[in-house]
């Protein structure tokens, strides 16, 4: 069962004074997680999880993060200004950007952030951005056929992201070339993943690859940032990663491929998903119900606060709160009020019998889901409140106004 840090009664409080939606995080939850994370890779030299920004890019959340002593993942412009207002500086910043404006390379260097190249041709376009190389460069791999994806991320085949081998190994020949002195390596190919082995058979390629590009090259990668994508068990029966037995079967790696190379890399994450998902609830209260040819329960959120059941046909686990003990009575599909028949949080989801003024609990919301937010229908962006540990609340987000909204244009 998915139960939620707090009560019925506890919501019906925080309603007086913030009204649904909203998203609410756990800071407590959050910080636990992350401490975890970095106790399991203590042993790899300089680990770090530069965590992705554009899952929750909110400062009270990234300020945590940095104090847990992560980095932060940036890939725009404005994610690249968040870092730099939440007091993320040099290399605490890693700039993992796809089709990349000269705008934006340039913050990052001029930041002093790790940038990560997406493509061999950037690595003329940086130069004519920046008019000389940085000292460090890290490349993102793509295995291409080497290694299947998942369904959020796609076939590396068919992946937009990275450079092929070959690719690969020319751009570290051409850098090294023209006079930059440090290197990375990167890779994400996998996206919510929950097998762990998936995780080890990608560190194993990336190791292989190092200990290649030293032989090869002459070339002893200072990092390799293995990406993001640890999963979260978003369904009740799904078990949690273990993230354990991959930081053990890494260990192993790192010690007979490269410790035996006499190689050191440091290790990063960019896990985004793992740190806050979990830790995040989208509050809403029941508008409606209507019975046709299926029963409805219409909710003051929309899929503007929460997309991925509409993108991905994702599951999110929806509680009925002060209903948790009651039976799942009824087959319910769960929406949102956008003109747009995938705006369901749920479809055919047995459920308690739900009254209208029932507040519905939407769970793992604390990663790519305000982020993902949008305003079609002209709906506004909820507000995010953060549980501390006391268990009081505090707005660390306000909710958008129609002011905002109309804020751009001309009547
Ligand atoms: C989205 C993304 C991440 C984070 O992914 P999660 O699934 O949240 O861990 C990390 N790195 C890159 C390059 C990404 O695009």
Redesign the pocket.
């Known amino acids: 069962m998915k139960a939620a840090p707090f009560t019925l009664q506890a919501i019906q409080q925080i309603i007086t004074e913030y009204p649904t939606p909203f998203h609410l995080y756990n800071q407590q939850g959050i910080a636990r997680t992350a401490q975890k994370l970095n106790k399991t890779f203590r042993w790899a030299n300089g680990f770090r999880n530069y965590y ?1 920004v ?2 929750l890019p909110n400062p009270t959340i990234l300020k945590l993060l940095i104090d847990e002593g992560m980095g932060l ?1 940036c ?1 725009s412009l404005a994610e690249l200004i968040l870092a730099e207002r939440v007091g993320a500086r040099g290399e605490q910043i890693m700039f ?1 950007s796809n089709d990349t404006t000269s705008d934006e390379y340039r913050k990052a260097a001029a930041l002093g952030a790790i940038i990560n190249l997406d493509d061999i041709s950037h690595i003329e376009f940086l130069e004519q951005s920046l008019d000389q190389l940085p000292e460090l460069l890290c490349f993102r791999f793509n295995p291409g056929s080497e290694r299947v994806g998942n369904d959020i991320i796609g076939n590396p085949t068919e992946a937009k992201y990275g450079l092929t081998r070959n690719q690969l190994f020319e751009a570290y020949k051409i850098c090294k070339q023209k006079g930059v002195k440090r290197f990375g390596l990167h890779t ?1 190919i996998a ?2 993943e929950l097998e762990p082995s998936y995780f080890i058979e990608t560190a194993r390629m990336l190791f292989d690859i190092a200990v290649e590009l030293h032989d090869q090259q002459g070339i002893s990668l200072e990092f390799i940032n293995m ?4 999963g979260i068990p978003y369904k009740p029966d799904q078990e949690a990663l273990d993230i354990v037995g991959i930081s053990d079967g890494i260990k192993k790696l790192y010690d007979d491929v490269l410790t035996t190379n006499n190689l050191s890399p440091k290790l990063f994450y ?5 740190i806050t998902g979990p830790h995040g609830y989208l509050i809403s209260t029941v508008l409606h119900q209507k019975h046709t040819y299926r029963d409805y329960i219409g909710l003051d959120a929309s899929m503007a606060n929460l997309m991925r059941p509409g993108m991905y046909g994702a599951y999110h686990h929806i509680t009925v709160l002060g209903k948790e003990n009651e039976s799942a009575t009824h087959a319910y599909d769960v929406t949102g009020s956008l003109c747009e028949n995938n705006d369901k949080f749920a479809i055919q989801r047995q459920l308690p019998q739900i009254e209208i003024g029932d507040i519905i609990v939407i769970h793992d919301t604390g ?2 889901g305000h982020s993902m937010g949008f305003n079609y229908n002209g709906k506004l962006r909820s507000a995010e409140l953060l549980l501390k540990p006391d268990n009081t609340v505090t707005v660390i987000r306000r909710a958008e106004t129609l002011d905002d909204c109309f804020a751009t244009l001309d009547f």
């Open positions: 992705a554009k899952a993942d890939s993992t994400m996206s919510n990406g993001g994508g640890f960019e896990c985004g998903r793992y990663a790519h």
